[in-house]
């Protein structure tokens, strides 16, 4: 069995070597991250219901429809729901969508807790919310709502729903085969997991039923570790750094070339990156890369933590799958190391990636994932 071996290269505290630019050590680079003050300041997200009459087959007439009501944004009812659909946006084009259908923090009339369903693409062109009566939660309630939100903003069936809370996932699953649509369990939802937080902040803390203190009725899972499955081994890896302006061209190219990995839009985090920034990563190599890329593409990578108390790293897939990813001999040296890497992801707004490669000194990534270090929302 292949097992991945700790690289001797050494990390000298707080800089960590560049990943296929450079063999020598670079020096502290200063990072900036620039976030804006409130999320609710960006136009990505929408804060009030749309009358029904603003959903229209013209993209001429929602942009009357919008124009028209951009005035009482400030004045939103907490109570009212949210049906948009970017008027500039190709509704065809939204193939993918992010889900969460859960409690929220407040209470009906009938002291009940009112659950909610939050639909969103990756680009939050498309933004809805339902309020539902706890004693309807079904997969067939589910069903009619996806159904619903195509017919009344004329986009078809996705092809894809995430969905991040594993509690849901039999009710998700069900509704979304009965439609022909893949469901997708992944923390990869961060259109969504902004929203949320977005919509916590400025909805329902003002909404009259809201319960203070109340406590996720679905909190996140964090299971403990498993082994890795052998088919994800590598045979060597290092922490490793690339300067941001590099990490923009890795992921050029697996877009352009159709590479293996994923992304991030930094714009909609909030996040401005210099171009000198360092984000630290992780390098896998190995002579079977197309394989494990393959492999890796298919789990909805997350993130990947360094625990030098137990020395080993931390892959996190999917909902709530986690890996023992590596592990390595605890020395000073490499508690040092592992603490150093942490740090950097830290200073770089939890931004990291990882890339699998054919050799470690090679100039060619056969996979690429762009991750984050995100809270997860309030609620």
């Known amino acids: 069995m292949a097992t991945l071996g700790f690289n001797t290269t050494r990390i000298q505290t707080p800089s960590l070597p560049r990943i296929n630019r450079s063999s020598s050590f670079t020096k502290p680079i200063k990072t900036h991250l620039l976030y804006p003050q409130t999320l609710s300041k960006r136009p990505r997200f929408v804060s009030r219901s749309l009358p029904e009459s ?82 309807v939660i079904n997969s067939i309630t589910l069903k009619d709502a996806i159904v619903s939100i195509t017919q009344d903003l004329g986009v078809p069936l ?63 899972d964090n299971p403990f570790p498993m082994n890795l499955p052998e088919n994800l081994f590598g045979e060597r890896w290092a922490f490793v750094q690339l300067p941001y302006s590099a990490v923009k061209e890795e992921i050029s190219d697996f877009e352009e070339k159709f590479v293996f990995g994923a992304s991030l839009d930094l714009d909609l985090l909030g996040i401005e990156v210099d171009e000198n920034t360092l984000i630290p990563g992780l390098s896998v190599a190995t002579s079977r890369a197309k394989p494990l890329a393959a492999w890796m593409n298919g789990l909805e990578v997350c993130s990947i933590e360094a625990d030098s108390s137990k020395g080993c790293l931390i892959l996190s897939v999917g909902i709530s799958t986690r890996y023992v990813y590596a592990t390595y001999k605890k020395t000073p040296v490499t508690t040092d ?16 990636f990882l890339a699998i490669q054919d050799d470690l000194d090679s100039d060619d990534c056969v996979g690429f994932w762009l991750l984050i270090d995100l809270p997860p929302p309030p609620v």
């Open 158 to 220: 996705p092809e894809k729903i995430r969905f991040f809370r594993s509690q849901m996932q039999t009710i998700i699953t069900k509704a979304c085969k009965e439609l022909a649509i893949k469901a997708v369990p992944s923390k990869r939802c961060l259109s969504l997991f902004l929203w949320l937080q977005e919509r916590y902040d400025t909805v329902y803390t003002r909404h009259p039923g809201f319960q203070k203190g109340s406590l996720p009725l679905l909190s996140l």
């Open 54 to 135: 603003s959903v229209s087959i013209t993209k001429e007439e929602r942009v009357i429809k919008q124009e028209e009501s951009s005035e009482v944004v400030e004045e939103d009812d907490p109570t009212s729901e949210l049906s948009y659909l970017d008027p500039e946006s190709d509704a065809e084009s939204i193939k993918e969508w992010e889900l969460d259908f859960c409690s929220r923090p407040i209470l009906d009339s009938r002291g009940k807790k009112i659950w909610e369903l939050v639909v969103c693409d990756n680009s939050l062109s498309l933004q809805v919310t339902k309020y539902f009566p706890n004693n």
């Open 337 to 352: 190391e592992a603490e150093a890497w942490e740090s950097a992801k830290k200073a770089s707004g939890g931004l990291h």
